[in-house]
């Protein structure tokens, strides 16, 4: 065992051939946390007593569901052969929604470690991002984690990985985050493996951004690895992709603490601070040049981070409009692939049409909104993009289900994703079923190990933020994992059903479907609307409708009866203090037409099919 | 039993504020006694009234002498609000079983009335009866004494719905007590229920047609109303009995018009129907068109010039107020514009000749958005509303809190 390393090397000064820059890969729950924990504790840069449990997720969302949203890097001193090493651990998302953020990580390591889960094999998210890393050129080092546990079945498993990433099942380490076995030797084999950065300390200085985060105190913080050449305190940088000038008021790496450095030089990993105040001024992807010796060239793979999924979100209580507005501009510092615009809806009033990079994104958001923000929000059901083509030729980008045009359509695309789909052999039938019901398309199959399939489909991504990772938790027990990643647009036979209450439209209701499932949608919603709606003075009839054609319909019989029997000289007071209390109760009822529709009736009809709330928990 | 509003703390003395006075000179005044008297409580009673184990030794002799040192309280507070002297109106006998008392009781509570204030000409003066506790000898000594009109709570006329109304008194009873009332001279009212859990549209008929067979000059049909905290209340949550249905009690509200205008009635308010303009409670109008009324006895509700009050509940609170010369005034309210406003748009659209549209435009700007409605789907009399007058047709009236609610917007 390697000893704690009794000195650092000193940032800005550091020789690339003594740096490791790494990731670690792994599943939600599958111990990535834990496992960095215990790194930063034997290498001593958290102490022993300072040690909180998974230090370096931060959100307190992130601590609950387990899962890291926001990445960080943290420089950790480690000693082999009396060499002292400075390693940088780049902490990747683990959620497919992050995609590009995971690739951006990547790009700054040269190393990944592969953490799986001992007792229950790896899963299509790392899969996926396994695949990214390897794209990359990543050193991996498999590794199986909580073999402490009595169901760990490390032998089983190490074969696996060896199938899917070559050698023997014996070069697999076996650790434990929980009690720290095993963790040293990582460590060491990292030094031994991972290739040291290489670039040119002379060349104009090229750093690119993996991270990029809000913080109230300090602005916009943002994590950068360098490629070439060095920056220094007061310099003045440029983003390349914005041309935008800044003064670096701080640059310094994390330990985990932020630590003032001299600068950063080739291979080095850290932070710099500008003042700016938006995280939009500071993008993921971008590459940080000095302003007076710009680099020509910028680093390959900035991209924009583009909305897969739009919902609409609306305060309860209309008053906090504008409190829902700040709060918006508040996140929108810290999160710069959240997309807002107003909107306004028949049925919930003023709101925000909000585009998301995928359902966790979006739960997260709303979830931020309510907790950080005190606010009581609906949100309406996830709706992807739409690229409509008109018979005049026409084109039109439809996001929301509402705005979908009424005329001639000559084409509709959807985006598609490629899923990836990882279960015990047993379930591949029920696992089919719901694939093909969800207009899928199998691309192919394959047994990872003796007992687990992998099966990859084509879906359109509308079918997929429509709860199909619950149905797909729900089919195979828990065991099923999912991954997806978009490829593209392809033409669907895709219908707007709308909701009329009354013969008024409810906008919230409307939705695209494929034109086989309008039938079925529209018997759902118009069942559920009955249910949900209280009968009013008159009858209220419900339609689901294709265009002029009704393909559904319930009605709402008319009460015929809301009167007090008597109203004498004792009844005054007490009936008007009765109506008056109606009256209050009438502002929480939105009007459709002349229908009073209780708010909690959207919530429910909306809820229930809407925003599952299975994915964020994952597994 | 039925909890009271909540209110302000009123004085011990009794005395009202000045605003109470303006306008009087254009308001009748009217005296309701609230008799607290029940042999047994029925099971879907929730008035306040008593049977004589929850009196707590109060007796009808000592309940009547605080009735009279209320009158006395009453005639101390008006001589104080106003500069002349005002009679009364109407005056009501209610309860509880008002004819639980002797004729002479109510006689001497009537005359101390007349000699404290006086009455107008032609005062109407009713009080509510139980079949089973008047004759001839009893209504003679109530018309003798200056009582004009008698109520007769009938109920119903098929005895299984009387079983589960808990109503004890003999159906025949009601013909004998109809008939000694009008030999007496009283002008006759009689009181209905229905919508009773087990109660067929048969039912119903039957019940209607034998109260206009007795020929009154006046029938009221109230829809049974399951207040909580009552025993029907219990019976109907532990399944006991079913709840009465909204869709029922509008068939059966529809056959009540169409039986007992076809008998030669006209409504005049939603659960009033009356024989002549002669014979309409002009009592029960004086509510609705918010005059002023002081509520005599315990629980009992008043309204002057704008502040309404209610006295404390139970007959022996109700004692140790007035043995001790304090007001037995609980709380009270003095209402703003806005409540005024309100009342008079719940009340006065119950009414046939309904609610003046200028009146509504006044508190609700938008008020012409909801009546056209109204008149698109036959609420309202659509000749009335391009008149300027909003009244209620067979439909409104069945929806009249619905209507109201829109009308205040």
Known sequence: ?619 | MAQMPDGEIAPRDGLLPASAALGSAERTLHAYLHIPFCRVRCGYCDYNTYTSSELQGVTENSFLNNLLREITLSKNVLEALHSEQRKFSTVFFGGGTPTQLEAEQLALVLETLKSEFGLEQNAEVTTEANPDTVDERYLNTLADAGFTRVSIGMQSSVSSVLKILDRTHNPENVAKAVAAAKSAGLQVSVDLIYGTPGESLDDWRESLATAIDLDPDHISAYSLIVEPGTKLARQVRSGELAQPSDDDHADKYEIAEQMIAAAGFDWYEICNWSKSPATVSRHNLAYWRSNDWWGYGPGAHSHVGGTRWWNVKHPSAYAERLVASESPALARENLDEAAKATERVLLELRLREGISIDYLKSINPQAAKPISHFIADGMVNAEDAIRGQLTLTLKGRLLTDALVRDLLG
């Open chain 1, 1 to 619: 065992m390697s000893p704690r390393a009794t000195s650092r090397l000193e940032p800005a000064k550091t020789d690339p051939g003594m740096i490791r820059n790494f990731c670690i890969i792994a599943h939600i729950d599958h111990g990535k946390s834990t496992l960095a924990d215990r790194m930063l504790q034997l290498t001593g840069v958290v102490d022993d007593r300072s040690m909180r449990a998974q230090y370096l997720d931060r959100m307190d969302i992130e601590r609950e569901r387990g899962i890291t949203i926001k990445s960080q890097a943290v420089r950790m001193p480690w000693e082999v052969d009396k060499q002292v090493y400075a390693l940088n651990m780049i902490d990747t998302p683990g959620h497919v929604d992050f995609t590009y953020e995971v690739s951006r990580s990547l790009a700054a390591c040269e190393g990944a470690v592969l953490l799986v889960d001992a007792a229950q094999g790896i899963e299509a998210q790392t899969l996926a991002n396994l695949y990214l890393a390897m794209e990359n050129d990543l050193e991996i080092i498999p590794v199986l984690n909580k073999i402490d546990l009595p169901a760990a079945q490390p032998e089983k498993y190490a074969e696996e990985l060896a199938n899917l990433i070559g050698g023997n099942p014996e070069d697999c380490l076996r650790v434990s985050g929980k009690t720290g076995v095993g963790v040293d030797l990582l460590l060491d084999k990292i030094v031994a493996t991972i290739p040291h950065p290489v670039g040119d300390p002379n060349a104009p200085a090229r750093a690119m951004i993996f991270d990029s985060v809000y913080d109230s105190y300090r602005g916009v913080v943002t994590y950068v690895r360098m490629i070439d050449g060095s920056l220094a305190p007061r310099e003045r940088i440029q983003m390349m992709s914005t041309r935008a000038v800044h003064e670096l008021l701080e640059i310094g790496v994390s330990s985990p603490e932020p630590e003032i450095t001299k600068g950063l030089g080739v291979g080095e990993v850290g932070y710099l601070i500008t003042g700016v105040k938006d995280v939009r001024q500071s993008k993921v992807g971008d590459t940080v040049t000095n302003a007076q010796k710009p680099a020509t060239e910028a680093l390959v793979g900035y991209k924009d981070p583009l909305p897969m999924v739009y919902s609409g979100i609306y305060p309860i209580d209309g008053s906090d409009y504008p409190n829902l507005r700040e709060a918006l501009d508040k996140l929108k510092l810290s999160d710069a692939a959240l997309a807002y615009e107003p909107e306004t809806s028949v049925a919930l009033g003023f709101g925000f049409r909000c585009g998301f990079l995928g359902l966790l994104h979006l739960e997260i958001v709303t979830e931020r909104l309510e907790r950080e923000f005190g606010l009581e929000l609906i949100a309406t059901a996830p709706s992807v993009v739409y690229e409509v083509t008109m018979d005049d030729g026409k084109e039109i980008t439809v996001t929301n289900p509402s705005e979908f045009p009424t005329g001639k359509v000559k084409k509709v695309l959807e985006p598609m994703v490629r899923a990836t789909i990882l279960a015990p052999k047993d379930y591949v039938g029920v696992i089919m079923e719901l694939c093909q019901a969800r207009r899928g398309t199998m691309i192919d199959m394959q047994y990872l190990g003796e007992d687990r399939v992998q099966l990859r489909y084509t879906l359109p991504l509308a079918e997929i933020v429509f709860d199909f990772f619950d149905q797909l938790k729900s089919k195979t027990q828990g065991y099923g994992s999912l991954d997806y990643e978009e490829i593209g647009l392809a033409e669907g036979d895709l219908v707007k059903v709308d909701l009329l209450l009354q013969g008024e439209q409810v906008d919230a209701f409307s939705a695209i479907v494929h034109k086989d499932k309008a039938y079925a949608y529209g018997v759902m919603i118009t069942g559920k609307l009955r249910e949900l709606i209280p009968r009013q003075a008159f009858e209220v009839p419900i339609q689901a409708a294709i265009g002029a054609r009704i393909i559904a319909r319930e009605s709402i019989r008319a009460f015929r009866k809301d009167v007090l029997a008597k109203c004498y000289g004792g009844d005054i007071s007490r009936k008007r203090k009765l109506l008056e209390k109606q009256k209050e109760g009438k502002k929480r009822m939105k009007m459709v037409g002349r229908v009073e529709v209780p708010q909690e009736a959207f919530i429910a009809a909306l809820s229930s099919d809407g925003e599952k709330k299975g994915e964020k928990k994952g597994k």
